[in-house]
């Protein structure tokens, strides 16, 4: 139960596109298909943006967008909007029942 | 409108025993799993523990295990966290969130829980 690797940190202007990784394993991003992404606004609740690796809940923009490669997982943000700015995670089962956390990663609008 | 309210949260000594609940409405409870979500101050997210939509199925993060215990009681739509044992790396705010598919696609505002 080791959290995923995410960069601490990124940055993009707005109008850019600025893409988040997420490293674990093959036990757990590797093994499923079971990718999601959170967003989550100071002193507010995480909001799903992205689970199943690549699908969109409704209402979510589609500037949002995931993908998958081997132990890696990542979420793009194109057209960044200045609300965008936000802290980021992702998650993903692990087996046996278990869920795990990416550390975060800090979504700055220049 | 999907709602989940957590309650309980608060100060406790380490070594004490606090118990969280969270109210559902908006949805049909009984057909969804359903967790618990914490993050320490200033810190990430970290997911504690999930119960299946029947309760027979219940899963928890290793470092709480022996300590904490997840339960549902559909009949009121509510679900509950007892947390025996605490200590001071517990301390967190503790959301409820649904399971969607295999994500969290519903979260509630959380509930504090300091142990000091």
């Known amino acids: 139960q080791s959290a995923l690797t995410q960069p601490p940190s990124a940055s993009g202007s707005p109008g850019q596109s600025v893409t988040i990784s997420c490293t674990g394993t093959?036990?757990?991003?590797?093994?499923?298909?079971?990718v999601s992404w959170y967003q989550q606004h100071p002193g507010k609740a995480p909001k799903l943006m992205i689970y199943?690796?690549?699908k969109r809940p409704s209402g979510v923009p589609d500037r949002f967008s995931g993908s998958k490669s081997g132990n890696t997982a990542s979420l793009t943000v194109s057209g960044l909007q200045a609300e965008d700015e936000a802290t980021y995670y992702c998650?993903?089962?692990?087996?046996?029942?278990?869920?795990?956390f990416g550390g975060g990663t800090k979504l700055t609008v220049l | 409108e999907v709602q989940l309210v957590e309650s309980g949260g608060g100060l406790v000594q380490p070594g004490g025993s606090l118990g969280l609940s969270c109210a559902a409405s908006?949805?049909?409870?009984?057909?969804?799993?359903m967790n618990w979500v914490r993050q320490a101050p200033g810190k990430g997210l970290e997911w504690v523990a999930s119960?299946?939509?029947?309760?027979?199925?219940?899963y928890f993060v290793d470092s709480v295990k022996g300590r904490f215990t997840i339960s549902r009681d559909n009949a009121k739509n509510s679900l509950y966290l007892q947390m025996n044992s605490l200590r001071v790396d517990d301390a967190a705010v503790y959301y409820c969130?649904?399971?969607?598919?295999?994500?969290?696609?519903?979260w509630g505002q959380g509930t504090l829980v300091t142990v000091s």
């Open positions: 969130a649904r399971s969607a598919a295999v994500a969290f696609d519903n």
């Open positions: 908006g949805f049909t409870f009984s057909d969804y799993w």
């Open positions: 119960i299946k939509k029947d309760g027979s199925e219940k």
């Open positions: 093959s036990s757990d991003v590797g093994g499923y298909n079971y």
């Open positions: 199943d690796v690549t």
């Open positions: 998650s993903s089962y692990a087996g046996s029942g278990n869920m795990v």
